[in-house]
């Protein structure tokens, strides 16, 4: 259990642990830092982890977590997309009771992406994906008074934070090329001005918010969004339409399909993914193992 996740109270513990025990032997972890984290993970020999916390939880633990163990996920973060996404309940209670009524079932299995070896499982990118990220991420490990309204906010901080971004922020334009493989096997290549490049394996990032690509999480294929440059008032019309689920037109959102691709920037950049900020530099790698993550 992530003890900093936003809904991570002494209460939601007990009443997770209460109900796993109905179906499962339980050992609780409660690391104080991401690195502690890994550590526990690593070392655990449970058929069975449950990352409890959000989207950056998940991702801590999947980077640790060893071959052939299975996946669970108790919602209690500020985003919580991944959970959303493979339909787990938001409520951490109700979502641990499901584990035990679903424990005998056949685990699901689940694509994994790497940025430069790094994994994660939802939406990464660059660009206003990351400025975003960074802000929250600032805000959450501010001083009180940012904590307090970031607790507050719960999941619509990254839809108030991008819009805040989108009025008044600079330098949001990325300069980007991209080699990518196809499915079929065949070598592209695409270039421009993105305000965001996102690197889509499932639906949602920050909080819920669509991006509307048609991933899945389980096909051996990942997207690439590209929102074209153009004006202030043209990127605020299309955030409204994302967040609306609205369509957006072509020549704004240009969508491609890759089992592999290399992104690169003209400056140094930073790539972002399930809530964190992963790696930095000029050149990002992207690949997927297919069917990596056994879920339950």
Known sequence: MNGRARGATAIALRRA?????????VRVATPETPAALRDVVAGAAEELVVAVGGDGTVNTVVSALRPGAMLAVLPIGTGNDFA???GVPS???AAAS???ERRDRSPRSADLLYVNGIPFVTVGGVGLVTRTTAAVTAAKEGGRLARSVAQRLGSAIYKLVTAALIVGGRGLRESVEIELRTPDGALERWSGDV?????????FCGGGLAVPTGSRGDDGVFELGMVTAG???????????????????ERAFAVRRATEAVIRTTRPVTFAADGE???HGTEFRVTIAPGALRLR
């Not at 965001?196 to 639906?203: C, D, Q, S, T, Y």
């Open 17 to 25: 642990v209460d109900a796993l025990q109905r179906g499962y032997v």
């Open 84 to 86: 959303c996404d493979i």
């Open 91 to 93: 409520d951490a209670h």
């Open 98 to 100: 499901l584990l035990v």
């Open 195 to 203: 305000h965001v490049l996102f690197v889509v394996n499932h639906r």
């Open 231 to 249: 004006s202030r008032a043209a990127l605020a019309l299309n955030f409204l339409r994302i967040a609306g689920r609205h369509r957006i037109p």
């Open 277 to 279: 900020l992963l790696d």
